[in-house]
């Protein structure tokens, strides 16, 4: 194990994010200043747009997003945020920390401000170039905008099998792990038979849901994760409160650590960035390729709606979730920074306990096992999504279920340092074909903006249809005949009749 995580961390890893992080910062920058920094200066059309839900019933009577056959812009988000909200958050940044020091946080954060703008570009274009199948559903993501934006299917069957494996196998490992890592941890027991009960019950759990479909993916999400998350922000600023005179000397470590202006025992400016770059983007998934996925089958009546949601998903998960884990673990006892001593979700604990007492512990354990779960769901969701892209085969969508299931249950027994390596490896390169796809397509989505705040000044609520922007080729879906579109056009109308 020791000698296959060097291969992967040393030589694979240390050339490919080498380039990642350069990717990353230069996408965020340009689309940043393309947008006059979107993901800054919408902020209050973020929450507006992810409390939106389709408007009523049809001519018909029927529920619009029944007819319209895709899920609220919240289901949307919360399937993304299941994503997102899980072991990244709290097993994570703790990795990140112990190898990195304190001044990894700081670079999460800047990967969350600067890649905000990049998740608003690529959600926005899932959104255009959506498709709709036979039974009313909607598919999308970085697959369908780089064959109909750019002509290249070939990339887009590559990015979809490397998305599909890393979304489907390999992150799926990596929250079992980290639910055992927490369940040892807080019951002092880390035999193979405890590993192999956790990773029994995690796997049937998981197939009652992956073989339901997306409406009870989004339903298990929606419910899961706010309420989790919810709970584990309380926590986290209780901790903060008990140690509310340490906060200063925390965000001087912070900030100090990652510039250089303060050195930390074990751990380097050089490694604070890797880490904190590595782990920002493992958790908050911008430029990734895979919150777009989601983000098509939100039902909204303009793309860039769904754009700004997935922004917000950004902050959400980065600015709040993970900072309250930093928060936690560098207002507890002294941590020793560098490879000799690598934890995850186990420094979470131990440092939660120290402020709050040894329930933190267990506390942890149960966030940590409902997170990783819902994220271990929305995983599969992503990877089927790209699945389906590949292939209408329900014989290959069965048994890529089934294969799901056995990493679920074999992640259990997985090295630490071995299986966050893996993900490594996966995220940075879907990281570098998605931002290689979007930033020839930036310009689209920059129209798309316009076109939103032309409709905004003008006081109504932002409405597209594909004849608004005719030079733009195969968009397939926004012809204005769908529900949702039909009945925001329809009540702009009789609003100007009535104010007539």
Same mark, same amino acid.
Request: proline residues 4%.
């Given at each position: 194990?020791?000698?296959?995580?060097?291969?992967?961390?040393?030589?694979?890893?240390?050339?490919?994010?080498?380039?990642?992080?350069?990717?990353?910062?230069?996408? +965020?920058?340009?689309?940043?200043?393309?947008?006059?920094?979107?993901?800054?200066?919408?902020?209050?059309?973020?929450?507006?747009?992810?409390?939106?839900?389709?408007?009523?019933?049809?001519?018909?009577?029927?529920?619009?997003?029944?007819?319209?056959?895709?899920?609220?812009?919240?289901?949307?988000?919360?399937?993304?945020?299941?994503?997102?909200?899980?072991?990244?958050?709290?097993?994570?940044?703790?990795?990140?920390?112990?190898?990195?020091?304190?001044?990894?946080?700081?670079?999460?954060?800047?990967?969350?401000?600067?890649?905000?703008?990049?998740?608003?570009?690529?959600?926005?274009?899932?959104?255009?170039?959506?498709?709709?199948?036979?039974?009313?559903?909607?598919? +999308?993501?970085?697959?369908?905008?780089?064959?109909? +934006?750019?002509g290249w299917k070939p990339v887009a069957a590559i990015f979809s099998v490397f998305l599909a494996l890393t979304y489907g196998f390999v992150y799926n490992a990596i929250q079992t792990n980290s639910i055992v890592e927490a369940?040892?941890?807080?019951?002092?027991n880390d035999s193979n038979t405890l590993k192999g009960v956790v990773a029994v019950v995690i796997a049937a759990l998981t197939a009652a849901i992956i073989f339901g479909g997306v409406t009870r993916i989004a339903s298990a999400t929606q419910v899961i994760v706010p309420f989790m998350a919810g709970?584990?922000?309380?926590?986290?600023?209780?901790?903060?409160?008990?140690?509310?005179?340490?906060?200063?000397?925390?965000?001087?470590?912070?900030?100090?650590?990652?510039?250089?202006?303060?050195?930390?025992?074990?751990?380097?400016?050089?490694?604070?960035?890797?880490?904190?770059?590595?782990?920002?983007?493992?958790?908050?998934?911008?430029?990734?390729?895979?919150?777009?996925?989601?983000?098509?089958?939100?039902?909204?009546?303009?793309?860039?709606?769904?754009?700004?949601?997935?922004?917000?998903? #950004?902050?959400?998960?980065?600015?709040?979730?993970?900072?309250?884990?930093?928060?936690?673990?560098?207002?507890?006892?002294?941590?020793?920074?560098?490879?000799?001593?690598?934890?995850?979700?186990?420094?979470?604990?131990?440092?939660?306990?120290?402020?709050?007492?040894?329930?933190?512990?267990?506390?942890?354990?149960?966030?940590?096992?409902?997170?990783?779960?819902?994220? #271990?769901?929305?995983?599969?969701?992503?990877?089927?999504?790209?699945?389906?892209?590949?292939?209408?085969?329900?014989?290959?969508?069965?048994?890529?279920? #089934?294969?799901?299931?056995?990493?679920?249950?074999?992640?259990?027994?997985?090295?630490?340092?071995?299986?966050?390596?893996?993900?490594?490896?996966?995220?940075?390169?879907?990281?570098?074909?998605?931002?290689?796809?979007? #930033?020839?397509?930036?310009?689209?989505?920059?129209?798309?903006?316009?076109?939103?705040?032309?409709?905004?000044?003008?006081?109504?609520?932002?409405?597209?249809?594909?004849?608004?922007?005719?030079?733009?080729?195969?968009?397939?879906?926004?012809?204005?005949?769908?529900?949702?579109?039909?009945?925001?056009?329809?009540?702009?109308?009789?609003?100007?009749?009535?104010?007539?």
């Open positions: 194990m020791e000698k296959a995580y060097e291969i992967v961390d040393g030589a694979i890893n240390g050339f490919i994010w080498d380039i990642v992080p350069w990717f990353l910062i230069a996408a +965020g920058i340009y689309f940043g200043l393309r947008t006059l920094f979107v993901q800054i200066r919408l902020l209050p059309d973020m929450f507006k747009a992810v409390a939106e839900t389709p408007k009523g019933k049809d001519r018909e009577g029927r529920d619009l997003d029944a007819e319209y056959g895709g899920i609220s812009a919240f289901k949307a988000f919360t399937i993304s945020a299941a994503s997102r909200v899980g072991t990244g958050n709290i097993a994570g940044v703790a990795l990140a920390i112990s190898i990195g020091g304190p001044g990894a946080v700081f670079w999460m954060w800047i990967i969350a401000l600067v890649g905000g703008a990049t998740s608003f570009i690529e959600s926005t274009l899932a959104q255009l170039w959506k498709t709709k199948d036979e039974e009313g559903n909607y598919h +999308g993501g970085p697959a369908y905008y780089m064959t109909r +934006g750019l369940v040892g941890g807080s019951l002092g709970a584990y922000i309380l926590i986290g600023l209780a901790v903060v409160i008990i140690n509310i005179g340490e906060v200063p000397r925390m965000i001087s470590q912070i900030v100090g650590s990652a510039l250089g202006f303060q050195q930390v025992a074990g751990a380097t400016v050089g490694a604070a960035f890797a880490h904190g770059m590595r782990r920002g983007l493992f958790s908050n998934e911008a430029g990734m390729g895979s919150a777009p996925n989601a983000a098509a089958t939100a039902t909204v009546s303009h793309p860039v709606k769904q754009g700004l949601v997935q922004t917000l998903g #950004v902050y959400f998960d980065t600015l709040l979730v993970c900072s309250i884990t930093a928060f936690i673990v560098l207002l507890g006892p002294p941590v020793t920074y560098g490879l000799e001593d690598i934890q995850g979700a186990s420094l979470t604990q131990s440092a939660l306990a120290d402020s709050v007492g040894s329930w933190g512990a267990h506390a942890i354990t149960f966030i940590l096992f409902f997170l990783a779960f819902s994220s #271990v769901i929305g995983n599969y969701y992503l990877a089927q999504a790209n699945v389906e892209y590949l292939t209408k085969s329900k014989t290959v969508m069965t048994v890529f279920r #089934v294969l799901v299931l056995g990493f679920v249950f074999f992640g259990a027994f997985g090295s630490i340092p071995l299986v966050w390596a893996l993900g490594d490896t996966m995220a940075g390169t879907l990281a570098i074909i998605n931002i290689i796809a979007i #930033v020839p397509l930036g310009g689209v989505a920059i129209k798309l903006l316009s076109n939103f705040n032309e409709q905004r000044r003008q006081g109504v609520d932002p409405v597209f249809h594909r004849d608004m922007l005719p030079e733009l080729k195969n968009v397939e879906y926004w012809d204005g005949s769908d529900p949702v579109t039909r009945r925001s056009i329809e009540d702009r109308v009789t609003l100007a009749d009535n104010d007539a």
